[in-house]
């Protein structure tokens, strides 16, 4: 192979490698965690531990979240017919942003015999970034309403979050103040995970700069010569 050939496959493994770090950039992390949920219904408390899920789908600047139970949480000592009970839920935000976000979903598509634990159907809510970094989603109170009831399900103790998203809020603020002196106007850094990436980036064009330089010297060397 020539000398000219391969610095012209070095520069296209340089920009491959720039390339494969952008695409495998992490910026969703999903977790289905067992929430301990402590309920209290008309006619007493219950309790019951559920794996939830919940997960987010881009839409334009927001993020479609939805949130999941694989098990069954509290029961009736009634049976309640096909569209008597309506859930709703709160997810606890965490990191960049705080508070809560709330998720709604269909009534029971099904009757719920008595005294069996009664099914989650998939909620969901929208979210809209107003800060930028990593923001956490866990679950919160989960909210049943029926025949004239309301049972309110709070998580015992400090459960992980489900999901993890690195957002961009759309105003452009972010996590902490407006940076002062040298480091205004610099992107905002989440974490070692977003470092690593700017330094593989940044390897990336140095690769791409140096090969060029080699380029465009031998080039240059081969006119003279001729």
């Known amino acids: 192979m020539s000398y000219h050939k391969r610095t012209v ?30 309920c209290k219904t008309p006619i007493g408390a219950k309790s019951a531990v559920s794996p939830i899920d919940i997960k987010g ?3 334009g600047s927001a993020y479609r979240i939805t949130m999941s139970w694989q098990k069954g949480v509290s029961s009736s000592p009634v049976e309640l017919g096909k569209g008597a009970m309506n859930p709703s839920a709160t997810i606890d935000l965490g990191g960049a942003e705080s508070g809560t976000m709330s998720v709604t979903g269909p009534a029971n598509q099904a009757a719920i015999p008595a005294n069996t634990p009664i099914k989650i ?26 025949l004239g009831t ?7 103790g400090h459960p992980g979050p489900s ?35 700017a330094l593989g980036t940044f390897g990336g064009t140095v690769l791409l700069a140096g ?5 465009w010297l031998t080039r240059r060397n081969q006119t003279v010569r001729r």
């Open 9 to 38: 496959a070095v520069a296209s493994a340089a920009a491959l490698a720039g390339s494969a770090v952008l695409l495998t950039a992490p910026v969703a992390r999903a977790e289905v965690v067992d929430v301990n949920y402590q």
């Open 57 to 59: 789908v881009k839409n």
């Open 121 to 146: 159907n998939d909620l969901s809510g929208t979210y809209t970034p107003k800060k930028t970094g990593k923001v956490t989603f866990t679950a919160g109170v989960l909210t049943i309403k029926a």
């Open 150 to 156: 309301t049972t309110t399900c709070t998580p015992a």
């Open 163 to 197: 999901l993890t998203l690195d957002v961009t809020a759309a105003g452009g603020g972010s996590a902490g103040s407006a940076p002062s002196g040298d480091s205004a106007g610099q992107l905002p850094q989440t974490g070692p995970e977003d470092s690593a990436i």
């Open 211 to 215: 090969a060029a330089g080699v380029l």
